[in-house]
């Protein structure tokens, strides 16, 4: 999914299902545009799979905005023969405001899987960036036996490639890497950075989405762009064994730069449990995210922030408010809120600040999976809301956080959801 800003607004090219075809394989790019990154407007087929080399999928692509303002378009295709290759497509007229119609690159594909690498291991190129040689460098997901790797093409033109001699990053054990995302963040500023911004207080975030267990992962690092290796800050943080971008049902993420804010934008996709018979009688298959903004987190510098777009702000009609709630040990608070189907909820805590001082209890173990859920007790928690629950709380799922304190005295807070029931 590519998601470039263009001057009439926010413009979005996603997966969907073509209705003639009855497999998953034959997906068309749908199109739709926006003002708000809110209120979407659904446009006709951006493109099909109507070649040889795109005949069995068009898939995962990404924009890039050329200085003379040019758009160019890589996505990975599934050949008649399922080999995974990489395609150029541009609007066949800038001028159209809604980019109606794209033109395939008649020169595709413009890349194919390189010796060593499997022939369905070759997917989903990157937003390009510029290297300090003056060229466009785009990354790709691929696996060598069970390592996960980022591959790495310099051009000039986008349709004749070079492959850098070493691969961007490798982690072992972390099988195909899908949908690698690649992007700096600056430590010092608030604001979003464009994808070829290096040097001084800046790191840079490589993501990936781990096929074999459907989650995405992010690590922070340093990027060296002469040798183009990238180094993670935290080697028990690696890409695919530590941090995750969603703890939640969130996967094949994309960062795109909005020059217009000086923000980076998040997208999310979220997959449903709905047969794929069910997905093509209805016409359309899962749901995309909430935008969110990306920020390097200054407080910890250990990890990036993120918070769902001021813009979903438009989308509140009334609002109801309740100060100083005291939550007693064990105690329930309703909240009489109307019907809570659709709510954007935003809570402030206040923790007993010398209590919390003066506690003894050490519970390093803690795990928002493993330490028994909301029913958990401890010093300090759990506390939170519960959402999506009928009126005896025999349905519920607990939001909620936990403090838990180590041996050394210092809490850590887990924010966690307890779906048992």
């Not at 070759?122 to 069970?146: E, H, I, M, Q, Y």
């Not at 998040?266 to 016409?283: N, P, Q, R, V, Y």
Request: aromatic share 12%; net charge negative.
């Amino acid at each position: 999914m590519v998601s470039p800003l263009y001057h009439m607004g926010w413009y979005h090219l996603f997966y969907q299902y073509n209705p003639d075809a009855a497999v998953w394989g034959n997906i068309t790019w749908g199109h739709a545009i926006s003002k708000d990154l809110i209120n979407w407007f659904h446009l006709p087929f951006a493109m099909v799979p109507d070649q040889w080399y795109d005949i069995n999928g068009v898939w995962t692509g990404s924009a890039t905005f050329l200085p003379d303002g040019r758009i160019i378009m890589l996505y990975t295709g599934s050949t008649n023969d399922e080999v995974q290759v990489q395609n150029l497509a541009y609007p066949a007229n800038l001028s159209d405001p809604l980019l109606l119609e794209w033109v395939k690159y008649p020169g595709n594909p413009v890349l194919v899987p390189p010796p060593g690498i499997g022939t369905k291991d070759f997917r989903d190129p990157t937003t390009a960036w510029l290297g300090p040689n003056g060229k466009w460098r785009v990354a790709l997901g691929s696996k060598v036996n069970k390592t996960g790797i980022t591959l790495v093409y310099e051009t000039t033109d986008f349709t004749s490639y070079e492959l850098l001699e070493d691969v961007m990053h490798a982690v072992p054990g972390t099988g195909m890497w899908e949908c690698v995302d690649f992007y700096p963040v600056s430590t010092t500023e608030s604001n979003g950075l464009d994808t070829s911004v290096t040097g001084p207080g800046i790191k840079h975030v490589l993501k990936s989405s781990l096929d074999d267990d459907k989650h995405d992962y992010y690590a922070l690092g340093t990027y060296d762009p002469v040798s183009s290796k990238w180094t993670p800050d935290d080697p028990e943080l690696d890409v695919g064994i530590g941090l995750r971008l969603d703890y939640g049902k969130y996967y094949a993420s994309k960062t795109f730069y909005d020059q217009n804010m000086q923000r980076r934008l998040l997208w999310g996709w979220i997959g449903e449990t709905d047969s794929e018979a069910a997905d093509i009688l209805k016409g359309w298959a899962s749901v995309q995210t909430i935008p969110r903004e990306v920020v390097f987190d200054k407080k910890t510098g250990t990890n990036i922030l993120q918070w769902p777009i001021k813009e979903v702000e438009k989308l509140r009609s009334k609002s109801t408010v309740y100060k100083k709630v005291v939550l007693e040990p064990g105690s329930l608070v309703p909240l009489d809120v109307g019907l809570a189907t659709q709510l954007d909820i935003l809570a402030t805590f206040e923790i007993d600040k010398e209590a919390l001082k003066t506690s003894v209890e050490a519970d390093v173990g803690y795990n928002c999976t493993t330490s028994g859920g909301a029913s958990s007790r401890g010093a300090f928690g759990p506390f939170g809301l519960v959402v999506l629950a009928d009126e005896s709380l025999t349905e519920q799922t607990p939001v909620y956080f936990y403090i838990a304190k180590g041996t050394d005295g210092v809490a850590q807070t887990h924010f966690c959801a307890d779906q048992s029931k």
